[in-house]
């Protein structure tokens, strides 16, 4: 197997649904990535502002695989890193099968931990029609599978650039199944 990386980065200073990719980013602690629009410690994602601004931010840094880029390609789709809004892509990792509370050491010494799923919106088919199906699947008891990457707060602050390994550090069992966030 081969060992995990950061494959991109990418951070917006404005609502958008996409994020560019960049040369690096900055992690702050308990806050998120620094000039992204999405940091801070209460909730930044508009939706949830409209219900109470004052909760805590468990979505300060977004993940997703570069593997779903793959699979949505192979599906007709065209998305590459930041396309979808996250701040880092990852490689060769089953983030989705991460327990939560798992720590994720990046970089030298960047430490994020992961709290959950991130819930895909009905945005993503503005981007590209048919893509909220394609980033839902349904389990064997007619659960949803929620395929669109992974929601973090940060720990330890750290830049982080593509190429980065990451180390996974998982939480004490018995595991918590990753859910909405």
């Not at 040369?23 to 930044?44: A, C, F, Q, R, W």
């Not at 840094?61 to 396309?83: C, I, P, S, W, Y």
């Not at 929620?146 to 595991?175: A, Q, T, W």
């Amino acid at each position: 197997m081969k060992n995990p990386k950061v494959k991109a980065v990418c951070r917006s200073g404005e609502y958008s649904f996409s994020k560019p990719t960049c040369s690096s980013i900055k992690l702050v602690k308990g806050i998120g990535v620094e000039g992204d629009i999405h940091s801070g410690k209460t909730v930044k994602h508009r939706s949830r502002i409209r219900k109470d601004p004052t909760v805590p931010n468990l979505r300060q840094v977004h993940l997703m695989h570069a593997e779903l880029h793959d699979e949505l390609r192979t599906k007709g789709f065209d998305v590459n890193a930041g396309d979808l809004g996250e701040n880092i892509t990852t490689e060769h990792i089953d983030i989705l099968e991460l327990p939560r509370d798992t720590i994720l050491h990046i970089g030298e010494q960047a430490k994020i931990q992961v709290t959950g799923l991130r819930n895909p919106c009905a945005q993503i088919d503005n981007f590209q029609k048919g893509l909220l199906k394609a980033v839902i699947d349904k389990g064997p008891n007619g659960e949803l599978i929620r395929k669109s990457g992974i929601m973090s707060v940060v720990l330890e602050g750290g830049v982080i650039k593509p190429g980065d390994n990451i180390r996974i550090e998982y939480p004490p069992e018995p595991h918590k199944a990753l859910e909405k966030v």
